[in-house]
């Protein structure tokens, strides 16, 4: 499986920014594709993950309300819309499968080459 992110780039605060992922090879069996993301400096934080099986989502509580996971079927392509961002999102997004619930976030099997996010004040 591969995969890769893109849509990041710089962007004021309050403004909004929509992360795609495509992903490329068999996705059968794995329980979710997720987005994490590394802050400069600090941790890998799980952002958001959508169930290849049921659509059920999750969202960390820093995002809740703010960002939007979605599927496109039809393309094999999920996204992350990303509205009133702030400058604590400023980090490397990336997406990745998992192939149980239990593996969110930390323990993943593929991911792809990330994409900057940059909000400014």
């Known amino acids: 499986v591969q995969l890769q992110a893109s849509g990041g780039g710089l962007v004021q605060s309050g403004g909004s920014l929509r992360l795609s992922c495509d992903v490329i090879g068999r996705t059968e069996g794995y329980y979710a594709i997720g987005w994490f993301r590394r802050p400069p400096g600090k941790e890998r934080e799980g952002i958001s993950y959508i169930s290849l099986r049921d659509g059920d989502t999750y969202y960390r509580d820093s995002v809740k309300g703010r960002f939007t996971i979605s599927r496109d079927n039809s393309e094999n392509t999920f996204y992350l819309q990303m509205n009133d961002l702030k400058p604590e999102d400023t980090a490397d997004y990336y997406c990745?499968?998992?192939?149980?619930?239990?593996?969110?976030?930390?323990?993943?099997?593929?991911w792809g080459q990330g994409t900057l996010v940059t909000v400014s004040s």
């Open positions: 990745a499968t998992y192939w149980a619930k239990t593996r969110w976030p930390d323990d993943y099997d593929y």
